[in-house]
């Protein structure tokens, strides 16, 4: 781009006659081009935007105000998303002017009237879209054998049509309030109370829609990211104007290469590359511009480690969990600022994507006023950061920029280093409290994100061997593998969401990843390794199969004690849909076909077997007379040849006896069929 506004200026300079300043001046852009491209990456944006021109949320209906706050506080309805995911049914304007036509201290009855008369239901100003590239058996999902599996993930698949949304602006008026953000494509929601597109869930969300062969969707999904980053300068936590303050777990560079890899045609990447570079550079430079944390590097104080936080930008309570921010504050009797640093803490533990769980408290986890999310180095957010500075660092060589390649390559290693000198704690990592200058969880209870460096790949492999991983991951078997529902997300149960005993789809497929890749490094194969990898990726099955079973749904988080039932905890009821679930079981079903192909046998005998006596069962059902009456010409017939064969002269060679023939084993039923269910032979 400088180079082209170069060649511009040269063209006017040549052809308004040549003289020796302007042949200077050309010579001072070009240097000062070359110069930008050389220093730090700082300046690498084509989106730049300062800390003030970031769009903030300024509404008076849902970010901030006497408005939010009257309604609200007058707690209309059990979950305080809803109110702001209404659209107006007018300017943000209007609405403001008919809320000052309230009365001081107006009635709950009063205030409902207000919300009835101004706004639409939830999800008015959003359609529901069947993506285009939906087809109803994928050749994916085709190709699992075992019948009730298949008839499974086609359950899931169908999901996608119900969770595709689309702004509609033909609902509302152009000047209409509304909290939803005009994203240009359609895009895949969690599902519940979650009608919006949320950034790091779309990560899984992804990899379901490539099981289902959608590429089309997920590049939607990836273009409104492209939007947001173009439009905001980063990725908001989710496509409301009330998440404007903060991001989410940054997984856009990991989801393009995920996309790249499952949908862009060979030829086509290294062009893709470059078009995409820009948004993922304008990325990471938001998260290292304002969340970045530089930490002493013992070894040579005069390069720090550049290191990531979580930090939302407001002091707010949180407009969709509104009351709860307000009466964590109200019940501690916090002074002004108190509260100011408290609701700051609490969007951070939202940014975190882990709302809330132990890990952000140092104190009770039923206490806020002891949440420190803004002052935690975290494993998992630098070991992605580590994953992300590594591929940018590899599309910037593919891309032809080798000297920002070399920097992003310097910048991960910078990472590992701090990673190693404050996180690593002997046999796994451990969130760091930059503040208190103190490891958090020191009462050493287990939580997941203690091992999040190898989820990412974020550890020296020279330093760490493949037996050294090996006995880390013993060391908690019992919270690995000694839970029925799957892994659980920590030791500590809070009755925060992201605490004992809830267990989260996204998580066990991290895992999965884990054992498997262990597997592949083990000398012996690692048929260890694998087993544990099916393990986990079967309990996953079991408990969400349960649980559509009994509850024909979804959910966002299950149970570890209890298969196929939800979770629970945390602020707002267990939601069904759900995106990354949906996403994680395709993924699973579709890795594991070699398991599930090797149970095929049994499984499908067995379900055909099922199904015939359930079809029998039905058919006497419906026809009781006709059944009487063939049970009774089978008996009489019976009786009939025993009194035959009662008669009949002994024939002691047994062939043309009936009760030889009978033992006369045919060859088509002693080769066992479809597995060796002994069923089969009867
Ligand atoms: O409304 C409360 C919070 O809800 C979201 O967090 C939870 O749901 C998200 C969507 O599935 C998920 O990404 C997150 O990990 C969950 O904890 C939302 O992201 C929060 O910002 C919000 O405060």
Same mark, same amino acid.
């Given at each position: 781009?400088?180079?082209?506004?170069?060649?511009?200026? @040269? &063209?006017?300079?040549?052809?308004?006659?040549?003289?020796?300043?302007?042949?200077?001046?050309?010579?001072?852009?070009?240097?000062?081009?070359?110069?930008? &491209?050389?220093?730090?990456?700082?300046? *690498?944006?084509?989106?730049?935007?300062?800390?003030?021109?970031?769009?903030?949320?300024?509404?008076?209906?849902?970010?901030?105000?006497?408005?939010?706050?009257?309604?609200?506080?007058?707690?209309l309805f059990i979950d305080c998303k809803r109110f702001v995911d209404m659209p107006g049914k007018y300017s943000e304007d209007i609405i403001v002017k008919n809320f000052a036509k309230l009365p001081k201290n107006a009635s709950k009855d009063a205030v409902m009237g207000f919300v009835t008369d101004n706004f639409e239901r939830p999800g008015h100003d959003l359609r529901v879209?069947?993506? @285009?590239? *939906?087809?109803?058996?994928?050749?994916?999902?085709?190709?699992?054998?075992?019948?009730?599996?298949?008839?499974? !993930?086609?359950?899931?698949?169908?999901? *996608?049509? !119900?969770?595709?949304?689309?702004?509609?602006?033909?609902?509302?008026c152009q000047e209409c309030a509304s909290s939803v953000l005009k994203l240009p494509h359609p895009f895949v929601v969690p599902g519940g109370r979650f009608r919006e597109l949320y950034y790091w869930d779309t990560f899984w969300i992804l990899e379901g829609l490539y099981v289902s062969g959608m590429c089309e969707t997920a590049h939607m999904n990836i273009k409104n990211f492209q939007w947001m980053i173009k439009t905001y300068g980063f990725i908001p936590n989710g496509s409301r104007t009330y998440y404007l303050n903060r991001s989410h777990p940054p997984l856009f560079t990991m989801m393009v290469r995920r996309y790249m890899d499952q949908c862009v045609p060979l030829k086509e990447q290294s062009q893709y590359i470059?078009?995409?570079?820009?948004?993922?550079?304008?990325?990471?430079?938001f998260w290292d511009k304002f969340r970045s944390v530089k930490l002493m590097n013992p070894t040579d104080p005069k390069r720090p480690?550049?290191?990531?936080?979580?930090?939302? +930008?407001?002091?707010?309570?949180?407009?969709? $969990?509104?009351? &709860?921010?307000?009466?964590?504050?109200?019940?501690?009797?916090? $002074?002004? +600022?108190?509260?100011?640093?408290?609701?700051?803490?609490?969007?951070? /533990?939202?940014?975190?994507?882990? +709302?809330? $769980?132990?890990?952000?408290?140092?104190?009770?986890?039923?206490?806020?006023?002891?949440?420190?999310?803004?002052?935690?180095?975290?494993?998992?957010?630098?070991?992605?950061?580590?994953?992300?500075?590594?591929?940018?660092?590899?599309?910037?060589?593919?891309? @032809?920029?080798?000297?920002?390649?070399?920097?992003?390559?310097?910048r991960a290693q910078n990472r590992l280093e701090g990673i190693k000198t404050y996180l690593w704690k002997k046999d796994e990592w451990i969130d760091y409290d930059f503040v208190r200058k103190v490891s958090m969880n020191s009462e050493k209870t287990f939580v997941v994100s203690n091992l999040a460096a190898l989820w990412y790949g974020a550890f020296s492999a020279a330093e760490l061997s493949p037996t050294a991983i090996e006995r880390m991951l013993q060391k908690y078997w019992h919270v690995l593998w000694g839970y029925p529902g799957g892994i659980p997300i920590g030791e500590v149960s809070s009755g925060q969401q992201w605490d004992f005993p809830n267990v989260w789809a996204p998580i066990q497929l991290h895992f999965i990843n884990v054992f498997e890749a262990l597997a592949s490094k083990l000398p012996d194969g690692g048929a260890f390794w694998k087993r544990?990898?099916?393990?986990?990726?079967?309990?996953?099955?079991?408990?969400?199969?349960?649980?559509?079973?009994?509850?024909?749904?979804?959910?966002e988080k299950y149970?570890?004690?209890?298969?196929?039932?939800?979770?629970?905890?945390?602020?707002?009821?267990?939601? +069904? /849909?759900?995106?990354?679930?949906?996403?994680?079981?395709?993924?699973?079903?579709?890795? @594991?076909?070699?398991?599930?192909?090797?149970?095929?046998? &049994?499984?499908?005998?067995?379900?055909?077997?099922?199904?015939?006596?359930? $079809?029998?069962?039905?058919?006497?059902?419906?026809?009781?007379?006709?059944?009487?009456?063939?049970?009774i010409f089978v008996f009489l017939l019976l009786s009939f040849l025993v009194t035959l064969i009662k008669v009949a002269p002994y024939d002691p060679v047994g062939s043309r006896s009936m009760s030889g023939i009978l033992r006369q084993p045919t060859p088509a039923l002693l080769t066992p069929h479809i597995g060796d269910d002994p069923a089969i032979l009867v």
């Open positions: 781009m400088i180079g082209q506004h170069g060649y511009i200026f @040269g &063209q006017r300079a040549l052809t308004g006659g040549t003289n020796v300043m302007q042949y200077l001046t050309l010579a001072l852009f070009f240097i000062l081009a070359v110069w930008i &491209q050389a220093v730090d990456i700082e300046v *690498w944006p084509l989106f730049p935007l300062s800390e003030s021109d970031r769009e903030q949320c300024r509404s008076e209906i849902y970010c901030q105000g006497p408005l939010l706050a009257t309604v609200q506080s007058s707690d879209v069947v993506p @285009g590239d *939906w087809i109803e058996e994928p050749p994916s999902i085709k190709k699992i054998k075992n019948h009730r599996l298949r008839e499974f !993930a086609l359950a899931v698949h169908s999901k *996608w049509k !119900a969770l595709v949304r689309m702004v509609d602006p033909e609902k509302t470059k078009e995409i570079l820009p948004y993922l550079d304008q990325e990471y430079m480690f550049r290191m990531s936080r979580y930090h939302a +930008d407001t002091n707010l309570p949180r407009p969709e $969990s509104f009351l &709860q921010d307000v009466l964590s504050a109200q019940t501690n009797g916090l $002074s002004t +600022d108190a509260r100011k640093r408290l609701f700051q803490q609490i969007a951070t /533990g939202a940014e975190s994507g882990w +709302d809330f $769980s132990s890990r952000w408290f140092n104190g009770s986890a039923t206490n806020f006023t002891s949440i420190v999310t803004s002052n935690i180095i975290p494993v998992d957010l630098n070991s992605i950061m580590y994953r992300n500075e590594m591929i940018l660092a590899d599309f910037h060589d593919l891309g @032809g920029t080798p000297a920002s390649s070399k920097r992003y390559g310097e544990r990898a099916v393990d986990v990726a079967q309990k996953l099955i079991n408990t969400t199969y349960c649980g559509y079973h009994n509850y024909k749904q979804f959910f149970h570890a004690q209890v298969v196929g039932e939800p979770g629970g905890g945390g602020e707002y009821i267990v939601q +069904d /849909g759900f995106g990354w679930t949906n996403g994680v079981i395709l993924t699973v079903l579709d890795r @594991g076909r070699e398991e599930t192909d090797q149970e095929t046998g &049994q499984e499908e005998v067995a379900f055909r077997k099922r199904e015939r006596t359930k $079809s029998i069962a039905s058919w006497i059902d419906q026809h009781p007379f006709l059944s009487l009456s063939i049970l």
